[in-house]
């Protein structure tokens, strides 16, 4: 790769955005107001402003192996925190992706080093759904069913933070889980029922 290139790209990018709109970057500079906090992958082919057809300003991206959502990654808390407290975000999702290779490798024998405790709560959502799962006998599936139950997971980890259920409760935020399919380029609303999944246990984790 020659990273000259990519100051090139960055030219051409900013002729391109002020032929559509001379005040683009004036407008870019006076802070942003986004709508939207995604959670999703590191993943180089999973990249959330284009695959949503957003630009710039209009959603606030935070992204990690296997979009985890930890409660002692302080990265993540404060991520949440900052874009529910401070941007008043209205709607917040975790959005995984088919062929995710942190899911992949959790699932793998192999010692990985410091990922190992990370990779060890995807480990976990397996062991939670290890039933469902090991009914599966085709792999891919069975990876790709985990991708959404890890999913699922990571969205009740981000319901039972006080950020997210103060907003909640005050303003009507929502949360989704969504999976991206890199083989066909879509997005799919997993539609999870979070009161389903949680109403008999919510009053361990309400917080007031």
């Known amino acids: ?82 874009a529910v407290n401070q941007l008043k975000v209205n709607h917040v999702v975790v959005c995984g992706h088919y062929a995710c290779g942190g899911v992949k490798a959790a699932m793998q024998s192999a010692d990985l080093g410091i990922l190992n405790p990370w990779l060890r709560n995807i480990r976990d959502v397996y062991r939670i759904h290890r039933n469902e799962l090991n009914d599966i006998e085709d792999e891919d599936k069975k990876y790709d069913r985990l991708v959404e139950l890890n999913v699922q997971e990571q969205c009740v980890n981000l319901i039972k933070t006080a950020a997210v259920q103060k907003a909640y409760r005050d303003r009507g935020l929502k949360v989704y889980g969504w999976v991206f399919d890199v083989h066909t380029g879509k997005l799919i609303d997993l539609n999870i029922d979070f009161e389903g999944i949680l109403g008999n246990i919510m009053e361990i984790y309400h917080l007031d």
């Open 1 to 82: 790769m020659n990273l000259d290139n990519v100051f090139k790209n960055n030219e051409k990018w900013i002729k391109a955005k002020l032929s559509e709109d001379g005040e683009f970057f004036d407008e870019l500079g006076k802070g942003q107001n986004p709508e939207l906090l995604y959670i999703g992958c590191s993943d180089s082919r999973v990249t959330a402003e284009e695959l949503m057809g957003m630009g710039p300003g209009e959603v606030f991206v935070h992204r990690n192996i296997a979009n985890m959502v930890i409660s002692i990654d302080l990265n993540v808390m404060s991520v949440i925190n900052y």
